[in-house]
């Protein structure tokens, strides 16, 4: 391990300045121990868990009075539900509908745990590949499985663009193709990096506040950091949700 | 040696993020050109706007990534 | 990929030394927290979709459903008091328009009636001033008839002593042929 002692060389020759931008993402057992195993609970564990308690207590509690006239976190619920309903049914046309709880599912889990993560010493769900690859993943097979089903082997025509002159859509078939299977990959990597560049951002000023003159600048600094990591949460969740639409409108239908 | 010209390998990388930067407000700005030519049509594309934005960003975040991965892992 | 296999076969040991020294590289890449971290999604995704697909979506779908229900029932019960009010002044304007007619029918009845009697007193006195013209008339004419015979006779009279006087005999036929000639002009 060459580079941890470069590393630490490297905090040393800057004189007590210590930079640990990607601890908050190690994964650690709760109860002690070293070794995790499949299903060790973790601080994985834990976060998910409370990601689940905060769906549950907005959508199922904050609906739970049923009232006409609504509370705030009643309120709350419904414009969610307003919001992905209205985005899918812009997109994908009503018989998108039928994957309203799946996309909604994705949202409001990856929402959640993009807010959570903003809590001072929380831990990130959704800055780690394994979880967003995963997801993404889950939308890619989502996707194909379903325009397979839905159109049959009609659904290669996604990747025979019509509207070309002939010469070119061998080419174009090929670049489609490729860009159909980078699809997951940017999905995942774009929400996992951007959640990741953002904490990792925010940990690098928190090591300049060591230093008593530059640390109003750095805390300033954070204070702004953490501004646009709230925009960056919302508009992330947004995009990977709106980007599933966009996927699913593909696979209902395929013609270009 | 090596991890030294990692860094300087992760400090390249760290450059597309810039220029990534530059195309994400090229987008924005784009939007912002047409909102105003044409307000009434603005509101209706906001999610193109961000699935623009996202496309946009995510080739700066696979440079951003490649510099993590110099520092890091290599 | 060399680099990650390395990394996965490090783990292990990555981690030990996370714990020491505060860790250097990436989290992202330790592949043995992998299975955990995919496991605990498996199960977040799942309990979340059961929640959601069974309880939280269906609850809010109803309530907003329920909210248009009612919005739309009030805003049928408002177009219905309109629909009453429009039909209750169409039912006022129906009984002004009949009262106005009634009234109308009535003057033209006085109307009618009045002009019945006038006609009646004015052709009674037409009749009787035409009776009353027609016996001047006779009048006259007895007394212009009247007057011609006087004006017969003293013409015959004169005629005869004028005739007489110049020393001839006077026919009386003649004479009277002679002055109803006269008088034809």
Redesign the interface.
Known sequence: M??EA?GAEHAAETGGLVFHP?DQFIVKPLFGGDTISWYTPTNVTLWMAISILVIVGLLVMGSSRRAIVPTRMQSMAEMTYGFIHK?LE??CGKEGLKFFPYVMTLFMFIVTANFLGLVPMSFTLTSHFAVTVVLALLVFLTVTIVGFVKNGASFLGLFWVSSAPLALRPILAVIELISYFVRPV?HS??LA??L??GH?VMKVFAGFAALTIVSPVSILAITAMYGLELLVAF?QA??FT??TC?YLKDALHPSH | M??ELAHIGAGLAGMGTGIAALGVGNVAANFLAGALRNPSAAASQT?TL??G???A??LG??S??VA??LM??? | MA?ETH?AGQAAADMAHGAAQGG???PQ?DFSTFPNQVFWLAVTLVVIYLVLSRVALPRIGGILAERTGTITNDLAAAEDLKAKAVEAEEAYNQALADARSEAQRIAAEARAEIQADLDDAIAKADAEIAAKTAESEKAIAEIRAGALESIQTVAKDTTAEIVGALGFQADDAAVAGAIADRMKG
């Open positions: 060459a580079t470069h990607m985005m812009d997109i940017s990597i774009r990096g951007n990741m560049a990792a508009v947004y995009v709106i980007l966009v | 090596e991890g999610a961000f699935i934005i996202a496309f960003e995510a975040i696979f951003f990534l993590l991965l890091f892992a290599v | 680099t990394d250097v590289g990436m890449l």
